[in-house]
């Protein structure tokens, strides 16, 4: 299973003693918001990470069996567990698609199932940034209105 780090928010849970104090977290601008509940002699603390910021590059792609390049607008997140490509961007730019030999699981980053299912499909081709190039499989899924993420793969 893989983690897709679509924009959202994530969460964490964190276990504190009774006594602690919910606002000691704060809700400044940037740090987490809390809440809290109480169970047994512990409080539960959920935090929420508000992201302060996004980064987005523009990358090149280039099809393998083309050698025709595309570029493309892509979200860097460290959440992210591979590199993902949107489905329809991958048909919009005629990308040819290698299907997988078994379904890949994909769940977004609030741990709920991805709305297009499965990774069914992976899209061969080179990537590059400035002056560095790599070929890679991307896994294709649905991102909705992000194109490609670039996660850790």
């Not at 000691?24 to 047994?40: F, L, M, V, Y």
């Not at 990470?49 to 996004?54: G, S, V």
Request: proline share 3%; charged share 35%.
């Amino acid at each position: 299973m893989f983690w897709c780090g679509c924009r959202g928010k994530k969460e964490e849970k964190v276990a504190r003693p009774k006594e602690a104090k919910a606002q000691q977290d704060g809700a400044r601008s940037g740090e987490p918001e809390s809440t809290a509940k109480e169970e047994g002699s512990q409080k539960e603390v959920r935090r929420t990470f508000r992201m302060l910021r996004e980064v987005w590059f523009n990358i090149g792609v280039e099809k393998i069996d083309m050698h025709e390049s595309v570029m493309i607008k892509a979200l860097l997140d460290s959440s992210a567990t591979r590199i993902f490509i949107d489905r329809q961007t991958a048909a919009r730019h005629g990308f040819k698609l290698q299907k997988l030999e078994r379904p890949v699981a994909v769940r977004n980053v609030d741990g709920t199932n991805n709305s297009g299912g499965a990774i069914t499909h992976q899209v061969e081709c080179n990537v590059f940034y400035k002056d560095y190039v790599e070929r890679m499989r991307i896994d294709v899924c649905d991102l909705g209105k992000t194109e490609v993420i670039l996660g850790m793969p």
